[in-house]
Structures are given as structure tokens and as C-alpha cells.
């Protein structure tokens, strides 16, 4: 018998690997000579890079380089095990975390330390860049990345624009000439969990950037900066602008994937497909008889290409498909639909938010022993 567990992380409490290992222990109670495969997962998003690591038992990797106002911090990065893939959160140099303990300034901060973690993994030997970019302080369109990588963005008179979103409206042209050649020959894949455009009443200043710190002036300040990006790089691939402006996902991250994708040929993909491809999923879920997933939370966003989405659209017809959360928002006819046999609670009765994440490891274990128990009757 084979056993899958690959959960996402309990958010506050479990990581998606302690919560794939607290599910392996339920299986054994029950099924001890079966074949159990730890795979911890993500989305794409916040804690991607851990769960990468931890299904490829390697160690993350540190590097010096600058939050989103340019301070010096280190950062964390993952390689591959052959070192052909490099993961990166771009939050790790510019996250709102990092910059939380001075006063957010959404017109100054930008990328340019996310650039400098994608030049050190170059000079390491990386073909490949899976880039996350959930949780960031900075609207700039990915210029400050592409900055950190050599080019220069340049005003009517041919001076460099000030970084970050304040300089995108003055931007007239973009001089690639310094741009690292590296940067065009490695593959990259940006891990986006949103489908708004980079620009309007959906985009990336309307809809991020208050939580950035941006003011109404500054919203829209940023959103004619993005557009202003969106055609001066229009004329240099020659791509129509609204196709920029447009495209689902480059709203993602003050619109990181802007810059990238036009200059560096980025391709943007759902989080959880990304992942899946570097961890081979469809690989281990083949010949599984039971695969236990999971999340906080299971509700209908679940099933929008989230961790047990991507798991139970791919786990064989022949497998039965557990879910095992802090909360199940989803009726069985719903989890049917879905490809899931069953969804389970973690809470054994009535309990604060605080003693369920203080106790998730031991619940995700009994929850799991139960739920086999359950599989034996089948």
C-alpha cells in the first residue's frame, strides 16, 4: 500500500513539512507496512521556498544584499539538489516584513534586492529561477530588479529615474545594453496566486497598494507610473501596451512581472502548478492508494488552484483523496465534485483558535489515524 501525504502549511501554527510528518505518523498507527511518502507543498506563496527545501532535503542558503528602501539584510534562497534550480521569495529582500520597523514609503521602495539574489544564483550555476512573489512592500513594475540585473531607466533627458514606483512616470526609455547576459539565457517562472492586470481598478496600485502604505494621491501616482512602464517597454518588444496592461497576473507584487516578462521572456504561472513541476508530483502520486492533504483552512478558494486543488487534480481516479484542516468550510457534495473523498476537522470539539494551533501537530496525527481507520472499511 502507498500512502502520499503532501499538505500546505497550517499558517501560525504547522509547517507543510511538520504537517506532512504529523500525517505520516497518523497513516503508520494504522497502516505500518505501507510505503508513506512525506511531500510538504505551497501554493507559490509564503512558505514555498521552506516546503521546496524540505521536499528536496537541502538546507536554504543565505546572501547579503538590500531590503525594499536599500538597507543591507540577508536573505534566504534555495537550490535545487543538481543546483540547476534556484528558489527565491522575492519577500526575503523586499517584504513588508523587512521594512516594518520604519514608516512604509510605497513610492521609494522597490526590487532591487530581489535582483541582486537572482545575480548571486546565476553565479552559483542556476538555469532555472522559480521566483515567489507574495507578501511585498513595492509597486515598480520589476524595474528594480532588472536594475540590480544592469539595465537603466532613463528620463527625457537621459538620466537614470529615481527607484521605485516615484520614478516609473518619468521613465522615457530603457537602456539594456549593461543587462547581464545570464539573465536572458536562465529560465524564469514567476509563481502568481492573483489574476489582476498591472493596471486600473483591479491593478496593482488600486488593489495592493493601500496595504503598502499608499494613500489615494499615491495610488494613482502608481497606477499612471505602471502605465507609463507598460509603453515604454511596449515600444521596445513591440507587443501592444494593453497587452501588458491586461494580462492576468501582472498585478502580482507591484507588478514584478511586467519587467520580467518583457525583457527576460518570464513565464507566469499558478503557484501550486510550479511547484508541482519542481517537486514531480504526478510522479509520486502515481499507484498512490491514499493521499492525505491539507490547510488551514478548506474553503472554495481551496479549489482555486490552491495546495489541494493542485493535489487532488492530479492524485490517480483509483486513490482516495483526504483533506485534513483547522477548518472545513465545504460540504461532501462539494468535496465530491472536487475529487475528494472526505475533508476532516482538526478540532476534537469545541476549542479556541489559539489552542488549535498550539496543538496542530498531535491533532493533524490523530486526525490523520482516523481518517485511515476509516480507509480500512473501504
Not at 542556476?126 to 536594475?147: K, M, Y
Request: hydrophobic letters at 45%; one cysteine or more.
Amino acid at each position: 500500500m502507498k500512502i502520499v501525504c503532501a499538505p500546505d502549511s497550517f499558517k501560525g501554527s504547522v509547517t507543510a513539512a511538520q504537517a506532512a510528518a504529523a500525517m505520516a505518523a497518523g497513516a503508520r498507527q494504522v497502516f505500518p507496512e505501507a510505503e508513506i511518502v512525506e511531500l510538504p507543498f505551497a501554493d507559490g506563496g509564503e512558505g514555498t521556498l521552506d516546503a521546496l527545501m524540505a521536499a528536496w532535503d537541502r538546507e536554504p542558503q543565505s546572501v547579503t544584499t538590500v531590503d525594499a528602501l536599500g538597507r543591507s539584510t540577508q536573505a534566504r534562497y534555495g537550490l535545487s539538489p543538481d543546483g540547476r534550480t534556484a528558489v527565491i521569495e522575492a519577500a526575503e529582500a523586499n517584504g513588508l516584513p523587512q521594512v516594518a520597523d520604519v514608516p512604509l514609503q510605497p513610492l521609494r521602495a522597490d526590487t532591487y534586492g530581489v535582483g541582486l539574489i537572482a545575480r548571486h544564483v546565476m553565479t552559483a550555476g542556476a538555469e532555472e529561477i522559480l521566483l515567489c512573489i507574495g507578501g511585498s512592500a513595492t509597486t515598480d513594475g520589476g524595474t528594480g530588479i532588472l536594475r540590480a540585473l544592469g539595465a537603466e531607466f532613463l528620463d527625457q533627458n537621459d538620466a537614470p529615474t529615481p527607484p521605485g514606483g516615484a520614478g516609473l512616470g518619468r521613465i522615457s526609455r530603457a537602456d539594456l545594453a549593461g543587462v547581464d547576459p545570464r539573465a536572458r539565457q536562465v529560465r524564469w517562472r514567476i509563481a502568481v496566486d492573483v489574476d489582476n492586470p498591472l493596471t486600473g481598478e483591479r491593478g496593482a496600485a488600486a488593489v495592493f497598494g493601500p496595504q503598502k502604505g499608499a494613500t489615494q494621491e499615491d495610488v494613482t501616482e502608481l497606477d499612471a507610473g505602471l502605465s507609463q512602464l507598460a509603453s515604454v517597454l511596449a515600444d521596445v518588444t513591440g507587443v501592444p501596451v494593453e497587452e501588458y496592461r491586461n494580462a492576468e497576473g501582472f498585478g502580482a507584487a507591484g507588478g514584478i512581472p511586467l519587467a520580467l516578462v518583457s525583457l527576460l521572456g518570464a513565464e507566469v504561472v499558478p503557484g501550486s502548478t510550479m511547484v508541482a513541476d519542481a517537486v514531480g508530483l504526478e510522479d509520486v502520486l502515481a499507484e498512490a492508494d491514499l493521499v492525505l492533504t491539507g490547510e488551514g483552512r478548506f474553503d472554495s478558494q481551496s479549489l482555486g488552484g490552491k495546495v489541494v486543488d493542485a493535489v487532488a487534480s492530479r492524485a490517480p481516479e483509483s486513490s482516495g483523496v483526504v483533506v485534513i484542516a483547522g477548518a472545513v468550510e465545504l460540504s461532501p457534495a462539494q468535496c465530491l465534485a472536487a475529487g475528494i473523498t472526505a475533508a476532516f476537522s482538526i478540532a476534537p470539539g469545541a476549542a479556541t483558535l489559539e489552542e488549535l494551533q498550539s496543538g496542530a501537530a498531535q491533532l493533524i496525527e490523530d486526525t490523520a489515524a482516523h481518517a485511515c481507520s476509516l480507509f480500512v472499511l473501504r
